[in-house]
């Protein structure tokens, strides 16, 4: 049987599931602070848009500055490699040729796999990126990919908290919201078990578990605050 690997390593996926789990988490905490703090109804909205907008905008900008950079870095270490290859390519077949002996390949054989690697110099470049710097060089990362999911992400998941309040007020809207993120820390837990084949159950408890922890704390904070201006 063929299996169908997907790609971990441009950073969409990962800024998509990071993007959703922080925007659910910190708005869901956010809101559940500002409601403790007996404020009104239009308040916790405010708040709420305020950091979903401000959060999303974050998120983007740090995920593409982090994967530019990263695939700046890439890319410099395949220009070495590419010029390596080419002024010294009898250097960079032995090298390639001994990174196959030490995998228990007979010395001859590795050398000659190394010198029919090296007929083609974009080949031979692919090759000793994976096999020296642990890098594919067809997926050095998409900053505005990740940017773009990220920014999404996290302004699906911070709305999510947010929706009972523009249909509500009060206690009733502060339920709804904690349940509302509780199931959607759980979904999101489900989701990560299932693209990394651990235990549903775990993932899930983690994922609540983490934001119960998150909202409990905003909302001692909140409430410490809400008796010191009353």
Known sequence: MVHNHRNVQGGTARAAIFGISDGLVS????????AAADTGGSSVVIAGIAGLLAGASSMAAGEYVSVKAQSELIEFELDRERESIAEKPQLETRELAAIYTKRGI???????????VHENPEIALEVHA????????????????AAVSSFVAFSVGAFIPLLPWLFGKGSGALIASIVLGLLAAAGVGFALAFFTGKSKI??????????????ILTWLIGTLLGASIS
């Open 27 to 34: 708005n869901v905490a956010l809101i559940i602070g500002v």
């Open 106 to 116: 007979d010395e001859n054989q590795a050398l000659q796999m190394a010198e029919a």
């Open 130 to 145: 994976r096999e020296e710097l642990g890098i594919n060089p067809g997926e050095t990362g998409q900053p505005a990919a």
């Open 202 to 215: 775990r993932t899930m408890a983690r994922q609540v578990g983490l934001g119960s922890a998150a909202c």
